[in-house]
Nanobody
């Protein structure tokens, strides 16, 4: 059974940085794609980025490209979302999600989801 647990959310000032963690069990990096999504108040959940670990194919949404980075720590079975130069528009609940396949921005293609972690960016 795959389980995903996010952590690392919080309150940060605009221009600041934050790193989210997604600890997972029951899966192996080599056969999975880990995606990050976010949902702002009153808005639909949107794709942030995803990485396939077999060949490190990575896609980021245009809104975060150059500011956010997905990485992993094999020993800790943890995937990270490093977020730099944050703006109030990045305020949302952030979710990690896993699928057994390639990179996609479609949330319906992800099989497992974490519980979400709140990120609030003040101006």
């Amino acid at each position: 059974q795959v389980q995903l647990v996010e952590s690392g959310g919080g309150l940060v000032q605009a221009g600041g940085s934050l790193t989210l963690s997604c600890a997972h069990s029951g899966s192996t990096f080599s056969t999975s794609t880990m995606g990050w999504f976010r949902q702002a108040p009153g808005k639909e959940r949107e794709f942030v980025g995803a990485r396939r670990w077999s060949d490190f194919t990575t896609y980021y949404a245009d809104s975060v490209k150059g500011r956010f980075t997905i990485s992993r720590d094999n020993a800790k079975n943890t995937v990270y979302l490093q977020m730099n130069n944050l703006t109030p528009e990045d305020t949302a609940v952030y979710y990690c999600a896993l699928r057994w396949g390639g990179v996609t921005a479609s949330e319906n293609q992800y099989d497992y989801w974490g519980q979400g972690t709140q990120v609030t960016v003040s101006s």
